[in-house]
DNA sequence: CGAAAATAGTTTGTATGACAAACTAAAATT
DNA sequence: AATTTTAGTTTGTCATACAAACTATTTTCG
């Protein structure tokens, strides 16, 4: 992937260099998962599970997604053993949704190796300027 | 999509939060685009037609796509008349890719709605720090 | 020059990802 | 007890993505 500076050009140097900046952690995302052949949105599943067991409508809320697509989702991550559909001891209808060990190795790898390739893409930011950049990114997400 | 401070959680707080923003980046770019139904990859690549007409392997190259993947891409774009393939008039195998009038409109319409929406996204950053952040960004993007 | 190799792009087959509408079964309401 | 709501799946459709095989040119080079 080009992270070019005239791509979008938008006129805002700010929105450029944001969307730049995305599609850069996306594919750093992309190829931390690749060696367990995880696609970006079953990174994102594995980064919610890592500290949740939630039901399907719960995940559907947080990925964004329509609650048929998360039945497909956790099929398929089912399927690879990566996470385990735990029934409700109340509610005979639901049931949450659970990383494996498997699947807890896997986040534990995949982690690390984001970590190792986002802090390599930072290598020339000085400690300062990580701490500024982590501070501008939460104001960002956690407004008014 | 949930921006919540615990996902994904990884032990690195610069790391969390780009993942974070770069969620909360692609959540914004695709309603942007909502309204013209574009997918992410659909805006991706409008937005490198906006300044070049690459031929198709270069697209895939742009993209990180497969070449054949590009090949749908382009046909599904072409087919709802936002792009046009225009043959080289050298090369009888290969042809470049451009923007229709109606794509033109589409990139400047989204495009405005992208930096609106982003700019809204940042509207708890004084002027000084949307220098910074893009800064910061720039020292990822162009590094070395 | 002409055969062989390389290049540009498409086709085919397969899998994932996403949605909406219709559906099933259980739980909650009234 | 009947009705409505809720949790999740199924079905049908389309977009996205890849790899391998293919077609049609262009390039290379003996």
């Given at each position: 992937?080009?992270?070019d500076p005239?791509?979008?050009d ?9 969307v ?10 992309l190829?931390a998962?690749a060696?367990?052949?995880l696609?970006?949105?079953?990174i994102?599943?594995?980064g ?16 964004n997604?329509d ?11 089912e ?5 385990e ?7 005979r209808?639901s049931f949450?949704?659970r990383?494996?060990?498997k699947g807890k ?14 802090h390599?893409a930072?290598?020339n930011?000085?400690?300062a300027e ?15």
């Amino acid at each position: 992937m080009q992270h070019d500076p005239s791509i979008p050009d938008t006129g805002s140097p700010l929105v450029d260099h944001l969307v730049q900046l995305t599609y850069l952690i996306q594919t750093i995302l992309l190829e931390a998962g690749a060696e367990h052949e995880l696609s970006f949105i079953q990174i994102r599943l594995l980064g919610i599970l890592r500290d949740r067991e939630p039901g399907m409508q719960e995940l559907a809320h947080h990925l964004n997604l329509d609650k048929s697509s998360v039945t497909g989702l956790i099929n398929r991550a089912e399927r690879r053993d990566m996470v385990e559909r735990v029934p409700s001891p109340t509610d005979r209808r639901s049931f949450s949704v659970r990383l494996t060990d498997k699947g807890k190795d896997i986040v534990r790898t995949v982690g690390d190796e984001i970590e190792r390739r986002i802090h390599n893409a930072a290598r020339n930011l000085t400690e300062a300027e990580r701490v500024q950049l982590t501070t501008l990114s939460a104001k960002m997400l956690y407004r008014d």
